[in-house]
């Protein structure tokens, strides 16, 4: 029962953060504008704005705009090593086939592997609203900003594939049935959230041939929802009436599924701090090159409201009729789980009303190098930390190498990317910005039928901003 309790949970999180992402894009389409979060096409460009300060603080004061306002944009990216849909049934362009494919579940298959059940995967998710948000320029080199953003992840971590398929399958594929099946390693966390953020950043020192600005951004979070397992020992078996564990423990927590729209569940505060490094020849306007330096999301959020922590052990359980069973509330599960693996209480799984969950913490570096005139190419690397055994989601590493045509009203860049979640995957995108409108991809391969669908990368947006009279 222990491991059904990991099965409707990860079920119950795969259906959150699947409603999110549908939801982010929904609103994407509709807004018109989308971007994804590595944003490598336009994140690093002089011309960025107050995006730029989502990756690094301190890039504000060293903008090309005296001031720069988003109305609104989207972020999503998607990557996996499970799920996929074959280019041959993909539309070119097809954004309303993947949503309904996705909310009808007939558009995925898996990349089970029937003759090596305990292959592991991965599956990483995460989503971005980018509401009103601004930066403007002070006197003595300064700046400040403030943004508005929602956020969602979801990371499935080393899951093996007889789970996985399980999962994609209800545990209704018979073919697993009557088989000894065990999952160790499975790790999940989930967590939407509301950010607000203040930022700083200013001239820290500056000589005939090099600048060094410094920033910090400071968040108050606000949490929705979040869920986690871990330590997972799953060893069961199942068949038509019983659902059977044997030596199965899991330590697993979650806020109330059931009502995804509540913002009060949580709060916590976070912080970013960067450093931007700028070597000049004679022209002040033109860098040689340019090195910055940041830790992002640093902090986390506690569930205090609707949350519950649990244990679950047993030398063995038995669930019987399992899939006739319905439950309309977590609790009401949650309950039922503890009955079965501790011989009727109810209530002997519930070990926390709270429980803390940590923000998706990564050091950046980011180098840029005016190579001629117009043309810069710029590396950008973003590692993700992990939270050891404690509960926290994780952003994936990104190493990505984006030669950019930049003019005040003209951006072209090819972002070339490798993102690894357990798995590495390369990228390759497009992105230009005319004056006030941008659109790119950093995956864009999927969308123009040109390969399998096993992850989501798109952006595309309207913002407005003043250039300073020598810019224009």
């Given amino acids: ?253 979650r806020t109330d599924l059931n009502r995804p729209t509540n913002f009060g569940n949580g709060n916590g505060f976070g912080a970013d701090l960067g450093f931007t490094w700028l070597h000049f020849r004679q022209d002040r306007n033109k860098y040689l090159y340019r090195v910055g330096l940041s830790l992002i999301d640093l902090g986390a959020i506690k569930f205090k409201h609707n949350a519950a922590a649990y244990h679950l052990e047993a030398d063995s359980a038995d669930f019987s009729n399992w899939h006739q069973q319905h439950f309309v509330s977590n609790t009401q599960f949650d309950r039922a789980v503890s009955a079965v693996f501790y011989a009727g209480d109810s209530s002997k799984s519930l070990v926390a009303n709270q429980f803390k969950m940590g923000l998706p913490s990564a050091i950046s570096v980011q180098a840029d190098w005016n190579v001629c005139q117009r043309y810069f190419l710029n590396l950008t690397v973003i590692k993700g930390f992990h939270h050891g055994n404690g509960q926290g989601v994780i952003r994936p590493d990104v190493y990505g190498l984006t030669p950019r045509y930049e003019t005040p009203d003209l951006d072209v860049s090819l972002p070339f990317s490798l993102l690894y979640y357990g798995h590495m995957q390369s990228r390759l995108g497009i992105a230009c910005r005319y004056k006030y409108f941008f659109i790119g991809g950093d995956a864009p391969g999927p969308l123009l039928k040109l390969k399998d669908l096993d992850g989501a990368d798109f952006y595309t947006g309207v913002r407005f901003y003043i250039l300073p009279k020598n810019q224009k």
């Fill in 1 to 253: 029962m222990h491991a059904l309790n990991t099965i409707a949970l990860l079920i119950r999180v795969t259906q959150n953060f699947m409603k999110q992402l549908v939801f982010l894009l929904l609103v994407g389409f509709a807004s018109g504008r989308l971007s994804a979060q590595q944003n490598l096409g336009v994140r690093n460009s002089n011309y960025a704005g107050i995006q730029g300060a989502l990756i690094n603080p301190s890039s504000i004061a060293d903008s090309k705009m005296n001031w720069d306002l988003n109305i609104i944009s989207v972020d999503e990216v998607f990557g996996n090593t499970f799920l996929y849909a074959p280019k041959k049934n993909l539309h070119f362009l097809g954004f309303k086939q993947i949503i309904k494919g996705a909310l009808d579940q007939d558009l995925f298959g898996t990349h089970f592997d029937p003759q090596n059940p305990y292959k592991l995967y991965q599956v990483s998710f995460s989503g971005e609203a980018l509401g009103p948000s601004f930066f403007l320029k002070l006197p003595k080199n300064q700046a400040i900003g403030f943004s508005f953003r929602a956020r969602a992840y979801a990371n499935f971590n080393n899951i093996t594939g007889a789970l996985a398929q399980n999962l994609f399958d209800y545990f209704l594929n018979k073919s697993l049935w009557a088989t000894d099946l065990h999952d160790n390693s499975v790790k999940i966390d989930e967590m939407s959230w509301l950010e607000y953020s203040v930022h700083y950043a200013a001239e820290a020192y500056s000589d005939a041939h090099d600048e060094i600005k410094a920033g910090v951004s400071l968040n108050y979070l606000m949490g929705n929802t979040g869920a986690y397992a871990k330590n997972a020992n799953l060893n069961y078996k199942i068949n038509d009436s019983n659902f059977i564990f044997t030596n199965t423990s899991l330590d697993y927590g």
